[in-house]
């Protein structure tokens, strides 16, 4: 079981990295890579929002490698059931929402569904 400790370091390692380019951080690219792509979708869910809390809704930058990256990665690997839990969050979480318009997976089947999740709530692709 992965605590919320280890999300905690590990979120904020991964944000350090992804800003700065530091070495001593680079363990956490592929701590967050291991959680999104092989783990369990509990925990790439809380990972992610460990990501967004950890960043300024007004940050897209940081916000489009969350996107581009951790989110769009849980979507392609573990489809509506990661939809599902995004969706029951981003009419109050303004940086997942950000997020999720930042995820490109043109050619993957839940492209339509994130569009449909972004229409509705008023947020273009960015």
């Known amino acids: 079981m992965v605590t919320d400790d280890e999300i905690s370091t590990v979120s904020r390692a991964w944000l350090s990295y992804t800003a700065s380019q530091d070495e001593k951080d680079l363990w956490a690219v592929g701590a967050v890579d291991n959680w999104v792509n092989r783990g369990q979708l509990e925990v790439a869910w809380r990972l992610v929002l460990a990501l967004c809390s950890e960043v300024d809704a007004d940050d897209l930058k940081m916000i489009a490698n ?12 573990f489809g509506d059931a990661a939809l599902d839990l995004i969706e029951s969050l981003v009419a109050t ?3 997942l929402l950000r997020a999720v318009a930042m995820v ?13 999740l972004l229409a509705a ?3 273009e692709r960015l």
Not at 66 to 77: H, K, R, Y
Not at 104 to 116: K, Q
């Open 93 to 95: 979480n303004l940086t």
């Open 104 to 116: 490109w997976a043109w050619d993957e089947p839940e492209r339509e569904r994130v569009d449909r």
């Open 121 to 123: 709530h008023g947020q």
């Open 66 to 77: 969350i996107g581009a990256g951790p989110v769009e990665n849980m979507i392609t690997n």
